[in-house]
């Protein structure tokens, strides 16, 4: 069973940074991609970046366009951890973010996935 745990939410205003931090208990060949989702109250969940590491160890990130230019994906395997930079954060940014890892194909579209391994999420909030 691969736990994930996600961490680093807050409170900022319109134009504030906040990093979260995600940390997945082992890697598996369940999931080939770990990914940043959101939802806001009243909205359905919606994929945020993600990231992909292949055989040969080279890293691919996917954006959503709402974020692209303002966020940025990293991973560090040796702390089984991915993070995501979050800058110029305005106020429809505003929602739970969860951290899954999962399996889909190399290439598909960013779509929250069917089945993966969840967080529990952590809560942004940002104040114009």
């Known amino acids: 069973q691969v736990r994930v745990v996600e961490s680093g939410g807050g409170s900022v205003q319109a134009g504030g940074s906040l990093r979260l931090s995600c940390v997945v208990s082992t890697y598996s060949a369940s999931f080939n991609y770990i990914g940043w989702f959101r939802q806001a109250p009243g909205k359905e969940r919606e994929g945020v970046a993600r990231i992909l590491s292949d055989y040969r160890g080279t890293y691919y990130v996917d954006y959503a366009d709402s974020v692209k230019g303002r966020f940025t994906i990293s991973q560090e395997p040796a702390e089984r951890s991915v993070y995501l930079q979050m800058n110029g954060l305005k106020p429809e940014d505003t929602a739970k973010y969860y951290c899954?890892?999962?399996?889909?194909?190399?290439?598909?579209?960013?779509?929250?996935?069917?089945?993966?391994?969840w967080g529990q999420g952590t809560q942004v909030t940002v104040s114009s």
């Open positions: 899954a890892a999962y399996r889909t194909s190399a290439g598909s579209r960013l779509t929250v996935p069917e089945s993966g391994y």
